[in-house]
């Protein structure tokens, strides 16, 4: 096997995680990138529920904002994996074909599947003009086309433009040079700073590779078709960048209003509710192993202040949403007591941490 493909023999989480991510006691997973991009492990259909119902709701497409977006994201991440005297060499000015260019998009594209985001092909290349790939089991297209183009951008060192269509369920994206100006949305799309609280959160660590014994033994990875499972629920996930998502949600809330939020928290809490259904446990055990899941899968530090058979009060730490988030804690304590339940949320300590009041 690939050496950067290797597997940890103790939980099975692909060791590229190790090298990349870290895992911090305050309740959030961050990258290693300049940027310190924070990620969480979601459903990949609650993602595109969340993207395919604002749309409804709104009468428009909102794939081009998730695409500016993430587009950002894309740069960070691949920063992190080139070495830097690609550029100061200025090694993206040398004559290269396809040929050359394989080898290199083929490590990028094995790291982009283990990151649960589908397995990539490159198709054509032509040097800093235009490159297509194809994407199996994409988990969001406008995420995915959000990555290639600033990807592309980096490693070509030129503005680009996107084309993404479906093809027999696959995911085919050109990307080109273009001299148009960038849209409005530009700056106003750009990821917020990340300032955390510290915290303390005491979890069970993999002898084999010092990561946090959740993921690996909670989640199956297929990394030839870049598919992650939960085992427990069989619902496909990913890790994904929070900064792009709530770039997204800051966005249309600013143009649209308070209806954005609202919208996010009720599509969330039924997603939410139909995955719960399918897991054994329920009730306040069930509702307090959601949260004690939390901080491993990046959403921050729960604390309950209040929990009875009718009402709770959960503050978090670092929540990596406060909208999603609020929509994930009502989802759970809707399944805990058996009916709909309502949340109203209040900030705390700036932007450090939310409390979040359910009944």
């Given amino acids: 096997m690939k050496r950067h493909l290797r597997r940890c023999k103790e939980c099975g989480i692909p060791l590229a995680y190790a090298r990349y991510l870290r895992w911090y006691p305050n309740g959030t997973i961050i990258g290693i990138d300049r940027g310190r991009t924070r990620l969480a492990f979601l459903e990949t259909e609650l993602i595109n529920s969340i993207i395919e119902g604002i749309s409804d709701f709104i009468g428009l497409d909102i794939q081009p904002v998730v695409v500016e977006a993430e587009r950002r994201i894309g740069h960070r991440f691949i920063e992190t994996i080139v070495p830097s005297a690609y550029i100061k060499l200025g090694v993206y000015r040398m004559p290269r074909d396809i040929s050359v260019i394989e080898p290199p998009s083929r490590y990028i594209f094995d790291h982009v599947a283990g990151l649960g985001y589908g397995r990539f092909f490159l198709l054509s290349y032509k040097r800093r003009r235009r490159m297509t790939v194809l994407c199996r089991n994409p988990y969001c297209d406008g995420m995915l086309i959000g990555d290639s183009l600033g990807v592309w951008e980096f490693l070509e060192q030129k503005q680009g433009a996107y084309q993404g269509e479906r093809e027999n369920g ?139 058979s009718s009402s709770c009060v959960v503050r978090v730490e670092n929540p990596f949403s406060p909208a999603l988030l609020e929509g994930i804690l009502c989802g759970a304590a809707s399944h805990m007591w058996g009916r709909e339940a309502l949340c109203r949320s209040e900030r705390q300590h700036g932007a450090f941490a939310w409390r979040y009041h359910i009944s």
């Fill in 170 to 308: 696959m995911l085919r994206i050109t990307l080109m040079e273009t001299r148009e100006p960038r849209p409005h949305l530009e700056e106003r799309l750009a990821p917020s700073a990340p300032v955390y609280m510290p915290g303390k959160l005491d979890y069970r660590i993999c002898p084999g590779c010092r990561l946090p014994a959740f993921p690996g033994h909670t989640y199956e990875w297929d990394l030839e078709e870049g598919i992650i499972t939960d085992r427990r629920t069989s619902m496909r996930m990913a890790c994904v960048p929070t900064a792009s998502l709530d770039a997204v949600f800051r966005e249309l809330e600013e143009e649209l209003g308070q209806e954005i939020p609202r919208l996010i928290n009720d599509l969330t809490k039924r997603e939410v509710c139909e995955f719960l259904s399918s897991l054994s446990g329920g009730g306040e055990e069930g509702f307090r192993e959601q949260l004690r899941e939390m901080p491993l899968r990046g959403f921050g530090n729960p604390f309950i202040e209040r929990l009875d």
